[in-house]
């Protein structure tokens, strides 16, 4: 039994390390699991049969797709076992899928978990990233209000081939065990609204066809044992793209060499293939420069598509040699991310005790966690595991084989790769597509104000379509006068204000009392000869404890004095600038007086002439709402909270 820093099996716990940035998670719990009263045969036995008919199930989508990293896998979690990533002790079947630079690929899983929640109807899905329930992320614009990432969690499932979100007003604060006993008692009532579903499988909609386009076929020129390899395991090509993409100087010296893939060097004969890949894989291969190794047979620029072919297939050699190079020696070590894992566990713990690495206590330390770590059963696993493909491939390449295996029929082109040099029209069309749903999100807001706003005020003529512009300044004095919260104005309506403890008045009279301290001290020098100022800076302690009126008629002349001050600062500062000049007076005309002669004219003889401040905002907002030429912004995002929809300006003279 081990001990020490050692001793706690939760050092292993996948969940006690931050969750990878590209990875999704899933975890599929059966109603039988909620009422299995801890019968752990009876547990396994479910859980096993169930895997064997979920693969079964979705294995004619998945035979044929090249995954980015790692394919789509199930294992399961019994009672028995430690925790997983799902933090739960309740069984069920769970996995993770690396998606990486293919985003396709975390959506088609949400695709298989959907199929598997409409064949199998007795299952409970849950399916995450670190972004947390990227479902409702998709469906931001219809997904009740009251839902936020902080309440979210236990609330959000994939079953009977449905989003179901279980409700607040059901369970306020809800466990895992009480959202999935929910879902199995209240299956309808959890189901979540139309426009939800509808935006959530729009997004898988086109499954699996969308699956099958994804994929990209490409003719390259490899030599004859990466050819000898993808003929019998065509999905390691993700493990050659992956050792290309990610190389780094270390992995380099194995490419440079050659060993495995390269035995006869530049006497080598290369070979014509058809490879399948994603396309993400193919844009990997295709948009990064790589001077193919000295030891490595290109052909000459003559023919320029052979070449091409050659150097496509020169990237793919290089990756197998530096995949297999690295996964070897990784294999042998057992040093991968589990092993960081469990080195970071061992610094979080202090089991260093803050020593500088390097140091000779600090290396006996580390020797004693690698003596451990090679001796437990999860370095045998991720051994393993790590190996699994380099054993695979001695396997393959143990067999014969020759280059005349590969001299049959002509290979078929490779697919149109003009998509990958024309993929703007596709980010406009969703740009497009996201600005109209926030559109039709927002009408639908305001028509639901404009109904609340007619309901208490019936006799109200206003127009949402023919807005009246002095409703602009009105409502934004009653907008800037609402309550809010650190969330923003848009507060619920069941928020109690007693929650905020502080008197804000009470706040806002210590601030000006003390900026007014501040400000006097500063332009004692300058009113020292005015009797009034003078009068308001002759404090005495003897008048702390007179009546309320006289401590309120001090108030009123301190923030009077702080208002002047102020406005005094201000317009010293805006002079020497046109800012003053971009106001409109009260006259209804914006000031056109000289910048030249404003430093020559007496300060008497200054416009004093009021700023409009309604006409001002209104002209504001105008400008704001004109430059966004139609399209989202803060102007018409602040209106439409305000109840206001105006007129594009294509619409003018309609």
């Not at 004095?561 to 201000?570: C, P, Q, V």
Request: hydrophobic letters at 35%; charged letters at 25%; aromatic letters at 8%.
């Amino acid at each position: 039994m081990a001990t020490g820093p050692f001793s706690s099996a939760s050092i292993f716990n996948q969940s006690s390390s931050r969750l990878p940035d590209d990875t999704v998670f899933y975890a599929i719990f059966p109603d039988a699991s909620l009422s299995s009263g801890g019968n752990a045969t009876e547990v396994a036995s479910i859980l096993q049969s169930l895997h064997l008919q979920i693969i079964n199930s979705i294995s004619s989508f998945t035979s044929n797709y090249i995954w980015q990293h790692e394919a789509f896998a199930l294992s399961p979690s019994s009672i028995l076992k430690s925790p997983c990533v799902c933090s739960t002790h309740l069984p069920h079947l769970h996995g993770k899928l690396r998606f990486g630079d293919n985003l396709e690929d975390e959506w088609f899983t949400v695709f298989l978990l959907f199929h598997i929640s409409k064949c199998f109807t007795s299952l409970s899905i849950r399916v995450w990233d670190t972004d947390g329930e990227f479902l409702l992320i998709e469906a931001a614009f219809h997904i009740p209000r009251w839902i936020n990432p902080e309440n979210s969690l236990n609330r959000v499932f994939i079953r009977n081939g449905s989003l179901h979100i279980v409700p607040k007003h059901r369970l306020p604060d809800p466990n895992l065990f009480d959202s999935l006993k929910f879902l199995v008692d209240f299956d309808q009532e959890s189901r979540a609204s139309e426009s939800v579903q509808l935006a959530v499988k729009k997004k898988i909609s086109d499954y699996p066809r969308r699956a099958e386009m994804n994929m990209h076929k490409a003719r390259v020129r490899v030599p004859v044992s990466v050819a000898q390899v993808l003929k019998h395991e065509p999905c390691l090509i993700s493990l050659a793209v992956e050792g290309f993409y990610d190389r780094d100087i270390d992995t380099m010296k194995f490419a440079a060499k050659m060993e495995k893939f390269l035995g006869r060097g530049r006497e080598e004969e290369l070979v014509c293939v058809s490879v399948m890949m994603s396309k993400a894989m193919f844009a990997q291969l295709m948009q990064q420069n790589f001077q193919a190794p000295k030891c490595y047979p290109m052909p000459n620029r003559t023919n320029a598509s052979i070449h091409t072919e050659a150097e496509l297939g020169m990237k793919i050699a290089c990756g197998f040699e530096m995949i297999y190079q690295l996964r070897r020696q990784e294999g042998s070590e057992g040093k991968s991310q589990t092993w960081e894992a469990f080195k970071e566990s061992l610094e979080s713990s202090g089991y260093f005790q803050g020593l500088l690495p390097g140091s000779k206590e600090h290396g006996r330390l580390m020797k004693n966690a690698e003596e451990y770590y090679k001796n437990s059963e999860l370095f045998s696993r991720t051994s393993n595991m790590m190996s699994a493909p380099v054993r695979r491939i001695d396997e393959i390449l143990a067999s014969p084989y020759s280059v005349e295996d590969f001299k049959g029929p002509d290979v078929p082109p490779s697919d149109d790769d003009s998509w990958l040099y024309n993929g703007d029209d596709e980010l406009n069309a969703a740009l497009l597509e996201r600005q109209k749903e926030m559109e039709i999100s927002n009408s639908e807001f305001n028509e639901k104000q404009k109904s609340k706003k007619e309901q208490v005020d019936p006799s109200s003529s206003c127009s949402m379509d023919e807005p009246d512009l002095g409703d602009i300044s009105k409502s934004m004095q009653k907008f800037v006068k609402k309550l809010s919260s650190f969330q923003g104005v848009e507060v619920s309506d069941n928020r109690e204000p007693e929650d905020v403890n502080i008197d804000v008045d009470r706040f806002i009279k210590e601030m000006e009392s003390v900026m007014s301290h501040h400000t006097s001290m500063e332009t004692s020098t300058d009113v020292q000869n005015e009797d009034e100022s003078s009068s308001d800076l002759d404090f005495d302690e003897s008048q702390d404890d007179e009546s309320d009126g006289a401590t309120d008629t001090n108030n009123v002349d301190g923030e009077n004095m702080f208002m002047e001050s102020y406005t005094d600062a201000l317009g010293e500062e805006l002079k020497s600038s046109t800012l003053q000049k971009s106001f409109y007076r009260a006259s209804g005309e914006a000031s056109q007086k000289d910048e030249g002669t404003s430093h020559t004219t007496d300060h008497m003889e200054e416009d004093f002439t009021p700023v409009d401040v309604d006409v001002n905002l209104v002209k504001s907002f105008l400008d704001s709402f004109s430059s966004q030429e139609g399209l989202p912004g803060p102007a018409s995002n602040l209106l439409g909270l305000m109840g206001i929809k105006l007129p594009r300006d294509g619409d003018k003279g309609k």
